[in-house]
């Protein structure tokens, strides 16, 4: 039995049948034949490259059997109160258990949301007397929980470890004077270019300074690795990790986010991340739900190994026909193109509606005026024809970006 031959087996039985499994993400039938990532919209059906999915576990039929039998047994009340009052149970500590030994920490505490929790673990671990270093490019929830802090915070330029000591130098001349400490701040994979934050480099620094370092690993955890623990296991320096932070709505499709570390750090975070001690906890058919979709990850490599042939196939083949996918070390594909915003708005449009392909675009501020990034998410129920279909999409749009066809803003609609 081949990788594929496995894959359909554990997504419902052989492609062409109208089993359990449905289109990836979205969850209608799938046409005969196929076990497309699709979506309905007005009217007509779309290739999606732009979904939380990683893994295809959406729709995964034991998912969804263990999320319905969840909510049929528990309803979405239970349990009715926070974590540190009437809302803890067995199962909330089960997986907190299990994440923990599989990213190699001693301790995990579940959190409601990813960008609430990434605040809140900031706001925790950080007071008036210490200092936060952190990349440029960092995601949002970094940069807001950044901004509650109400020490300095000092920025380096993205992925340059050249600036991020520098920034360290000025952190430690201002701990010596507060007595405070240092909390580096950086991302396991960036979700816009697709690089790998450089942990080993950055732990390296920890032979000079003294600071914990803190990585959010939403993109990597269940991708990244030879076991799928994250991007600290594929740059094998797990240990110089103080702080592991991953949400479930990447890889595991689920919501809610965990954080992991030494025993200390996370009951201390127990107890004073404010989002989760004022918080109720996550509903049981969540924590089922989550707990299956945690096993599949594990028992199921094959599902990680689809997602990188899907994504090596498109990489390869978007340099093959010319596109500019910048410096891309992970399954995040990002294609730049030279255009203006209007240019942008035609192409998506275009398509979406004559091309039948969804992406997710990327427009000046986020990146530079002028450019244009059109950001694909491969899945592990995308298919090689699906990559076939859109390199041949992607290669009409470029010639007419080229050509100034989308200078227009009018654009006619097949």
């Given at each position: 039995m081949d990788l594929f031959d496995k894959i359909n087996k554990n997504m419902g039985g052989p492609i062409g049948q109208h089993q359990k499994w449905s289109h990836g993400y979205f969850s209608f039938p799938r046409l005969e034949g196929e076990i497309h990532p699709h979506m309905m919209f007005n009217g007509k059906?779309?290739?999606?490259?732009?979904?939380n999915n990683y893994l295809g576990l959406a729709n995964h039929p034991e998912v969804r059997e263990?999320?319905?039998?969840?909510?049929?047994?528990?309803?979405?009340?239970?349990p009715m109160g926070a974590r540190m009052m009437?809302?803890?149970?067995?199962?909330?500590?089960?997986?907190?258990?299990?994440?923990?030994?599989?990213?190699?920490?001693?301790?995990?505490?579940?959190?409601?949301?990813?960008?609430?929790?990434?605040?809140?673990?900031?706001?925790?671990?950080?007071?008036?007397?210490d200092v936060?270093?952190?990349?440029?490019?960092?995601?949002?929830?970094?940069v807001d929980g950044v901004r509650l802090h109400m020490g300095k915070r000092f920025v380096y330029q993205h992925n340059d470890i050249e600036s991020c000591e520098k920034q360290l130098e000025r952190a430690a001349k201002l701990t010596e004077q507060t007595g405070g400490g240092i909390l580096l701040i950086t991302e396991g994979v960036f979700g816009m270019s697709g690089a790998q934050g450089k942990l080993k480099e950055i732990i390296d620094l920890k032979d000079k300074y003294n600071?914990?370092?803190?990585?959010?690993?939403?993109?990597?955890?269940?991708?990244?690795?030879?076991?799928?623990?994250?991007?600290?296991?594929?740059?094998?320096?797990?240990?110089?990790v103080d702080v592991y932070f991953a949400t479930f709505a990447k890889s595991m499709a689920g919501i809610g986010a965990f954080v992991a570390s030494d025993n200390e750090i996370i009951n201390y975070l127990r107890y004073n991340m404010r989002s989760q001690t004022f918080a109720k906890a996550l509903p049981m058919p969540m924590v089922l739900g989550l707990k299956k979709r945690f096993e599949l990850l594990r028992s199921n490599p094959e599902l990680r190994q689809k997602l990188w042939v899907i994504a090596k196939a498109l990489q390869s083949g978007l340099v093959e026909h010319g596109f500019?996918?910048?410096?891309?070390?992970?399954?995040?594909?990002?294609?730049?193109?030279?255009?203006?915003?209007?240019?942008?708005?035609?192409?998506?449009?275009?398509?979406?509606?004559?091309?039948?392909?969804?992406?997710?675009?990327?427009v000046y501020p986020v990146i530079p005026k002028g450019l244009i990034e059109l950001?694909?998410?491969?899945?592990?129920?995308?298919?090689?024809?699906?990559?076939e279909r859109t390199l041949d999409a992607f290669s009409e749009v470029a010639e007419k970006l080229k050509a100034g066809y989308y200078k227009e803003r009018k654009m006619a609609i097949a």
């Open positions: 059906e779309h290739l999606v490259w732009s979904l263990a999320d319905a039998q969840a909510a049929a047994d528990y309803g979405m009340a239970y009437s809302g803890n149970t067995k199962h909330h500590e089960e997986l907190e258990n299990g994440l923990a030994q599989f990213v190699g920490k001693d301790a995990a505490f579940l959190l409601n949301y990813g960008y609430q929790g990434m605040v809140s673990i900031i706001d925790a671990l950080v007071d008036r007397n936060v270093v952190y990349d440029a490019e960092s995601h949002a929830c970094i600071f914990r370092l803190l990585v959010d690993d939403a993109h990597g955890f269940g991708t990244m690795g030879p076991t799928g623990a994250g991007t600290h296991e594929e740059q094998n320096c797990i240990d110089g500019d996918i910048g410096i891309t070390e992970t399954m995040v594909t990002p294609v730049f193109l030279k255009g203006e915003l209007n240019e942008a708005t035609s192409l998506t449009m275009d398509l979406r509606e004559n091309y039948s392909i969804f992406c997710s675009i990327v950001r694909l998410i491969p899945t592990a129920v995308h298919t090689l024809a699906d990559v």
